[in-house]
Every structure is written in C-alpha cells, then in structure tokens.
C-alpha cells in the first residue's frame, strides 16, 4: 500500500533532500509545453498525487492548481513549498471534488496503481474531473513494453540545518507476466547533529503495457491519446489523453 511507504509519511519531511524540487524543473517545462499545445487554453489543473509539490512549484505561476494526495506529511512538505496551491488529502482512485479543470495531471504517483482495477479507477478519476475538450496528462515511470532494470540513484539535497539525504534504486522485475514490477530503495539520512541512518524500502510499482493504456483511457471516454515513450525530457512516459467536447449521448 502506498499510504504505508516510509518515504511518504514518518520520513517525509526528508523529501525534499530526496527527490529536490529543482530536479521537477525539465519536466515541469515540458508538461507546460503539452499543456500550451492542447488547443484549449488550460489555466485550473488538478494534480493528483502531487506529493512535495516538486512539479507544482514549477508550474504554479502559469497555472491554478488543485493538489491531491493521500499522506497528509506529503501535503504538508508541499504547502510549505507551495503555499498559494489548493491542498486536498484524497485517494486519486475514487475522490471526486464535485468540479472540472481544463487538464488533469497525474505524474509519477501513477507507478503506486500495481493492479488494472487501479490503474482504471485513476482514469477515470481523471474523466470525471476533465472538463469537455479538456485533457488529461498521465507520467508512468515504467511501461511493460519498454521496461529495462535500472540501478541509480539521487538526492543529495541539504538544508539549511545541514540535514542532507541520498538514495540509490534498483528495479527489477520479478514476473514479467504481471502489472507490477518492483523497486528496492535506500535513503541515506544525516542529521543535523551528524548521525546517519539507513533505511531501506521496497516498492511496488505499476507497469503496464501500452495496449492496456490506450484500452484503459479509450474504455474510459477518452478520445485521442497520444502516447510518447520516454520522450527527451521527461524521467517516465507520456501518456495525453482528450475528453471529447461533447460526450456521446448515452444509448
Ligand atoms: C513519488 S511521490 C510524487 C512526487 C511528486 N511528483 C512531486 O512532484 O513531488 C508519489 C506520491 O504518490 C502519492 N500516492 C500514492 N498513492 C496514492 C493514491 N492512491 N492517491 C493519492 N496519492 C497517492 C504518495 O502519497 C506520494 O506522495
């Protein structure tokens, strides 16, 4: 369960030392780039899973945004960087605000959807609040089709209390005839008194194929996708889908 990780509730205040907001620079720049091209004028999106708010504060001067999470100390690290955003505590599986944005994004908070039931329940999720002739922006860290084992790692952050925090990451999959692959973490934690802490994490993270994207958002109501692997730019794929502007009556 996502809601359980570590990195997203006891040790969230690490996160910004983790995965720094300047890092979301380029592919804040890009998503404003799809957003500008959408041939709408898209100004109120709605991020669901916006956790620190690292895509946010890049984008939040050109765009009203609705931030959406479901661990209440991601909210917090993110109204403390981004404190003119609507915050709302929610599950982007089922919430439902009552309202329409001109775009939805949901950026790499997608990878926590391991299962086909999730992975619909998100977009629709995102149909429901896209406004007529709207779109909806999906940022999948893994697609089944391109998925390559990777070792890595980031952070290096520091504050000004001389905090500073690491990580390295290695995926891989354990049955590539399922949805999910996984993802094995160690956070490297200093503290402002010098001591160090290693915690380690395992994820599980959604990756799923191409095809059942494109069924997923078509099932959905979306009409045209378009779908980028791994564009120039971008950490994870690219998935852009148009509500159609007027909806088919129904039958
Ligand atoms: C990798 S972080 C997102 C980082 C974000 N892109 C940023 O700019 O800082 C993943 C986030 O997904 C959130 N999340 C996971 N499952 C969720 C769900 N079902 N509904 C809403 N948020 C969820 C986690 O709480 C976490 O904050």
């Known amino acids: 369960m996502a809601d359980g990780y570590r990195v997203y509730t006891d040790l969230a205040g690490w996160w910004p030392l983790i995965s720094p ?6 592919e804040a720049a890009y998503l404003a780039g799809v957003f500008g091209a959408a041939g709408i004028p898209v100004r109120d999106v709605l991020d669901l899973g916006s956790g620190g708010g690292g895509v946010a504060v890049h984008l939040k001067d050109r765009l009203a945004l609705t931030l959406v999470d479901l661990s209440d100390e991601m909210l917090a690290v993110s ?8 915050h709302i505590r929610g599950d982007m599986r089922s919430i439902r605000l009552g309202r329409t944005f001109d775009a939805v994004l ?4 997608i990878d926590y959807m391991t299962t086909e039931d999730d992975l619909r329940q998100v977009i629709e999720t995102a149909f429901v609040h896209c406004r007529p002739g709207g779109l909806a922006a999906f940022v999948p860290d893994h697609v089944a089709d391109a998925f390559q084992p990777v070792s890595g790692g980031g952070g290096g952050g520091s504050d000004a209390t001389g905090r500073q925090a690491s990580f390295t990451e290695w995926t891989w999959d354990p049955d590539p005839g399922d949805d999910w692959i996984q993802a094995e973490y160690e956070f490297v934690l200093r503290d402002a008194d010098a001591s160090v802490r290693v915690v380690r994490e395992t994820h599980r993270l959604g990756a799923f194929s ?3 994207w494109l069924r997923l958002l078509s099932g959905a109501g979306f009409g ?4 980028e692997m791994a564009p120039l730019g971008m950490r994870g794929s690219l998935f852009v889908a148009s509500r159609p502007a007027a909806d088919a009556p129904a039958q």
Do not use: I, M
């Open 79 to 86: 109204r403390q960087l981004n404190p003119e955003c609507e």
């Open 106 to 109: 949901v950026h790499d908070a």
């Open 210 to 212: 191409r095809a059942t």
């Open 224 to 227: 045209a996708v378009s779908a």
């Open 21 to 26: 907001p300047g890092e979301y620079a380029d």
